[in-house]
């Protein structure tokens, strides 16, 4: 199973040569290894990888790790094979504040409206977190999805509210961020989407053994010694720094949340240990394609990677499903 933990690396190194190569001009493999190690800022070249590519492969691998490993997170907490970060509410909590921040502030610059959409998917993550409470029994899993689908539900609406009387300005600002453009988020976001997943991807990988236990089931799991209320604190806030700083970064991303796990799972069977890590590299893997997929379909202009991440990965799932049955969790 290390190996296949190992594969994943040439191929992300690949993608991430790809990525820094096409795009609306073209730059041979040698001059991005030369504009990284013997930079020239005289060469327009040079500067275009610096100040651009590199920041948006660096946020395409960070967020598409970060949202493979909240969803494999999520189904483990959750019991439940279709889960996905947008169920938290964290996609509509993040948008609802980028709306926001960009209407009645007038934040139109990304590195000012990504700490809004950051805030507002930690608060929907706490939100839904207390309100699949069960009666001061703890975190309900089942209560969790259901109190996170009916808050997306009412902060979706709310943002429609909001986008419908506001400046198109606003509204030129969510199509983009909505779509999952990640043209133009420079080296600050991409250090932000970093941070985030080292300190939510070190915690989930920490939860790693005790989802195993409690996926026997929560008598077994105390049994254990695992405290199956604190292993739900934890995951929420695993998945709420995850998510909501890729949502926040990149944009409302669905799919890969969804699917990523699904494939590590078929690989690895359902051992958390080995499956988040690879959940990551699959997850980091799909929104990079997705990018640099998003460059070249309708030159010169660029289509969103989070559309081109739907619109392959609807059909691909739909696949999956009816070919090999989704893995037993």
């Known amino acids: 199973m290390a190996g296949i933990l190992l594969l994943g690396v040439p191929v992300l190194l690949l993608l991430s040569v790809l990525s820094l190569a096409i795009g609306s001009r073209a730059v041979p493999p040698v001059e991005a290894w030369r504009a990284i190690f013997a930079y020239d800022p005289g060469n327009d070249l040079h500067l275009i990888l610096r100040e651009l590519r590199v920041p948006r492969t660096l946020l395409a691998l960070s967020a598409g790790a970060a949202l493979g490993l909240a969803g494999g997170v999520m189904q483990a907490v959750t019991r439940n094979p279709l889960a996905e970060p947008g169920l938290l509410g964290v996609n509509s909590g993040a948008a609802m504040a980028v709306v926001l921040g960009a209407s009645a502030l007038g934040m139109t610059q990304i590195t000012h409206y990504v700490w809004f959409g950051f805030l507002g998917a930690g608060l929907a993550g706490v939100a839904v977190f207390f309100l699949g409470r069960a009666h001061g029994s703890g975190t309900d899993p089942v209560r969790l999805v259901l109190a996170g689908a009916g808050l997306s539900v009412l902060l979706g609406a709310a943002t429609g509210f909001v986008i ?88 409302p ?40 997929l998003g460059r070249v379909v309708a030159p010169p202009a660029e289509v969103g990677a989070g559309i081109i991440a739907a619109l392959l990965g609807g059909p691909f799932f739909i696949h999956v499903v009816r070919r090999f049955r989704l893995a037993q969790l």
């Open 164 to 251: 419908l009387n506001a400046r198109l300005e606003v509204l030129d600002i969510f199509r983009n961020w909505g779509a999952g453009m990640l043209e133009g988020r420079g080296p600050l976001v991409a250090l932000v989407m970093l941070m985030a997943l080292l300190a939510g991807g070190g915690l989930a990988l920490l939860l790693a053994r005790d989802l195993n236990a409690l996926a026997m089931g929560v008598e077994m799991g105390e049994a254990l010694g695992v405290r199956p209320a604190r292993v739900w604190a934890l995951s929420c806030l695993a998945v709420m720094i995850l998510a909501g700083a890729a949502t926040a970064c990149a944009g």
């Open 253 to 292: 991303i669905a799919f890969i949340g969804l699917v990523a796990p699904h494939l590590a799972r078929a690989l690895t069977g359902p051992d958390n240990r080995l499956l988040l890590p690879l959940a990551a590299i699959f997850g980091a893997a799909i929104l990079t394609g997705a990018d640099i």
